[in-house]
């Protein structure tokens, strides 16, 4: 359960609510009618909304005294006696949107601080909401209901569409960013990419003269860096998840609802199709092509184009099943010299 000190609640939301809002089957139960939190399942009471998605939790289930709980239609016959069921195939899915809805962003408190800065030729929505200290530069457009949190800074002609929220400390330069985009603290927009033309007599820095590019409902982690392209746009695509800590090297273009975990490297100029994951601390060399829908696991080097539908592992990175095979035969090897 949340601690209201930092999560202002909303509800309390009925099961019917609940099951309009995620398309889930409801069952009521005999612990209320009304819920007024979400919880996990070995801390809920019957005020409150769980959820079990995975087998291993199955006793914690059995034992939980949760009012309703979002549940697989093969599961359902698993839950207590006198528990409400929110029946449906993404247990988890169904949990998110619904904790979304007890616990909606913060509102906006429009206005521009007194310690913050606003350039004259900055356009910039009555709706929105410019903290202390934050800066925004000359000729920049702010549609309504952003934020621009504490000392973060949006620099001269970069665009934030409505609904853009940018974090405490962020940087936003030389970028075009859609609706309903999320910029964590400490995240890095725009910056020059790494380009360097090496030399006996010196190295030579390529200017960095395109934009970054963030279509609608992207998320971008906390310290995470996307460099501005060298002549073109670094392109991050619709409802794209970017975790903390990720480098998105210039001219890089993420598809449609790509999942970049933590620690991720991408460099300069990778493509990467729609819906590609990629497990933390994992990287891309540069110039290569991703197939939709690929998968990278954690730490594997994918240094060569990949297809559509491979799941990938290793450094340098091979296709899932030569990877274990790889790991097994190894780990045989090992063994059998007495190690």
């Known amino acids: 359960m949340a601690d209201p000190r930092f999560h202002e609640l909303a509800g309390p939301w009925s099961l019917a609510d609940l099951a309009r809002l995620t398309g889930a089957e409801p069952r009521p139960g005999e612990r209320g009618d009304m819920f007024h939190d979400v919880a996990p399942l070995d801390a809920a009471g019957p005020g409150d909304v769980a959820f079990v998605e995975d087998r291993r939790y199955f006793e914690a289930l059995g034992d939980s005294g949760a009012g309703a709980c979002f549940i697989h239609p093969d599961a359902a016959g698993r839950a207590p006696a006198g528990m409400a069921l929110l029946v449906t ?14 616990h909606p962003p913060d509102p906006l408190t429009p206005g521009v601080a007194a310690t913050a800065w606003v350039d004259p030729t900055a356009e910039v929505d009555p709706t929105c909401q410019i903290a202390p200290g ?8 702010l549609a309504a209901g952003v934020l621009v949190g504490p000392n973060a800074v949006v620099g ?11 974090g405490p400390g962020a940087s936003v330069t030389h970028a075009l960013v859609g609706e309903r985009v999320t910029i964590h603290a400490g995240v890095r ?22 934009r970054v590019i963030i279509h609608d409902d992207v998320e971008i982690g906390a310290n995470s860096t996307i460099d ?14 970017i975790d903390n800590l990720v480098q998105i090297g210039h001219n890089v273009r993420l598809g449609r609802g790509c999942i970049i975990a933590a620690q991720v490297g991408i460099s300069g100029s990778a493509i990467l199709g729609d819906n590609v994951m990629m497990g933390g601390q994992s990287g891309l060399t540069g110039h290569i092509r991703i197939g939709d829908g690929v998968r990278v696991a954690a730490q594997s080097g994918v240094m060569r184009e990949v297809p559509a539908g491979t799941s990938m592992g290793g450094s340098p990175a091979v296709p899932l099943p030569e990877f274990l095979r790889q790991t097994a035969l190894l780990r045989r090897l090992v063994k059998g010299k007495g190690a």
């Open 89 to 102: 195939k993404g247990p988890q899915r169904a949990f998110a949107i619904a904790a979304a809805a007890f």
């Open 134 to 141: 934050a800066c925004v530069g000359a000729g920049a457009r």
């Open 156 to 166: 001269r002609n970069c665009v934030l569409g409505a609904g853009t929220r940018v």
């Open 189 to 210: 927009i725009g910056a020059d990419g790494f380009g360097v033309v090496p030399g006996r007599d010196g190295h030579v820095k390529i200017p960095q003269l395109g």
């Open 228 to 241: 501005r392209g060298a002549l073109g746009d670094t392109v991050v695509g619709p409802g794209c998840f």
